[in-house]
């Protein structure tokens, strides 16, 4: 439990806070971005036209 007791130390907290939240919020908008793309297929494939 050394391990657990060093991560919740305040200096290695405020170091990863921050980078899980970057990583969060790419990861986020990665999974927002290919949810748009897979609806797109989807009205493409039961001929809707998306574009216009």
Do not use: C, Y
Not at 13 to 22: R, T
Request: hydrophobic share 45%; charged share 25%; aromatic share 6%.
């Amino acid at each position: 439990m050394e391990w657990l007791e060093s991560l919740l130390r305040p200096e290695t907290l405020s170091l990863l806070i921050p980078i899980v939240a970057i990583v969060g919020a790419f990861s986020v908008a990665g999974l927002k971005a290919h949810h748009r793309h897979q609806e797109r297929i989807e009205k493409i494939k039961h001929g809707f036209n998306p574009d216009k």
